[in-house]
């Protein structure tokens, strides 16, 4: 018999969440788009691509996926403000 070996897969959450957010999708609820969400997938790849060409510890990179977010975030909110007036 073959044996599956069950490991887990590797912890994507906070990529996926900030690929969303970064590439359109609000966190207070909306959509979104399959152009933005790719083009920011491709932004983080970039910037984890160049985090490891200058010899930045990949632990760094989820901080700065988390200042991504918020960052984000604050402009959502900021607009969302801006709209109402």
Not at 5 to 21: F, G, H, K, N
């Amino acid at each position: 018999f073959n044996i599956i070996q069950a490991t887990p897969p590797p912890a994507l959450e906070l990529s996926v969440i900030t690929a969303s957010v970064v590439g359109g999708v609000s966190i207070l609820g909306g959509t979104g788009t399959v152009i933005g969400s790719t083009l920011a997938t491709l932004l983080l790849n970039f910037i984890r691509s160049a985090m490891i060409f200058i010899n930045v510890s990949p632990f760094w990179l989820k901080a700065v996926q988390g200042l991504l977010i918020l960052v984000t975030v604050l402009a959502d909110l900021i607009r969302r403000r801006r709209q109402r007036l």
